[in-house]
T-cell receptor, first 115, second 114 residues
Framework: GNSVTQMEGPVTLSEEAFLTINCTYT??????LFWYVQYPGEGLQLLLK?????DKGSNKGFEATYRKETTSFHLEKGSVQVSDSAVYFC??????????????FGTGTQLKVEL | KAGVTQTPRYLIKTRGQQVTLSCSPI?????VSWYQQTPGQGLQFLFE???????NKGNFPGRFSGRQFSNSRSEMNVSTLELGDSALYLC?????????????FGPGTRLTVL
């Protein structure tokens, strides 16, 4: 079946530090890959996505590249800000037998950025 | 475009009661999915509705049910509540639900079972 493994947190960084959150997946077929972010007390917001191998998703300074050979979709940002403090979820989407799709999520990585 | 809305935002119930949660998708979206988020189990898929039909279901007991109306609004119901049902329930909508489509999430309903 499908599964997503992401690095455990919490991750604590100083402002302007480089961020990497590792994510690897197991899936059949050709899934789409997503990063979602969750701020305290809120739902999930799409951060970026990639739908095929070698695609790079990017948004708000965050980037992730769909690597089929290593089954990975690591999230990176060159310079984090305090406002980036949140929980980040890696997820994959795959077509289901009956049609439609569902998201399979990693466990989430909490990021705390300090001044 | 308005985003996904969920009502109510917070609920407190006691064991044995039942509860109904509501979700209004983004205008034009026909697929609505529900997820349960708990600290122990993380984010788990409950079910997905498309054009008023349940297309897919996760591994939850029959106490969890849902439906979708002709305007794509969806409700989920949990009967005979247990303490372990305390969670954040998230609804997500997407246009056609192919694997490349993005699911857009609402703010969630926080259910506390006492």
């Amino acid at each position: 079946g499908n599964s997503v493994t992401q690095m455990e947190g919490p991750v604590t960084l100083s402002e302007e530090a480089f961020l990497t959150i590792n994510c690897t997946y197991t899936a059949t077929g050709y899934p789409s890959l997503f990063w979602y972010v969750q701020y305290p007390g809120e739902g999930l917001q799409l951060l970026l996505k990639a739908t095929k191998a070698d695609d790079k998703g990017s948004n708000k300074g965050f980037e992730a590249t769909y690597r089929k050979e290593t089954t990975s979709f690591h999230l990176e940002k060159g310079s984090v800000q305090v406002s980036d403090s949140a929980v980040y979820f890696c997820a994959l989407s795959n077509i289901l037998t009956g049609g439609g799709n569902k998201l399979t999520f990693g466990t989430g990585t909490q990021l705390k950025v300090e001044l | 475009k308005a985003g996904v809305t969920q009502t109510p935002r917070y609920l407190i119930k006691t064991r044995g009661q039942q509860v109904t949660l509501s979700c209004s998708p983004i205008s034009g979206h026909r697929s609505v999915s529900w997820y349960q988020q708990t600290p122990g189990q993380g984010l788990q898929f409950l079910f997905e509705y498309f054009s008023e039909t349940q297309r897919n279901k996760g591994n939850f007991p029959g106490r969890f049910s849902g439906r979708q109306f002709s305007n794509s609004r969806s409700e989920m119901n949990v009967s005979t509540l247990e303490l372990g049902d305390s969670a954040l329930y998230l609804c997500a909508s997407t246009s056609t639900a192919t694997s490349t489509d993005t699911q857009y999430f609402g703010p969630g309903t926080r259910l506390t079972v006492l």
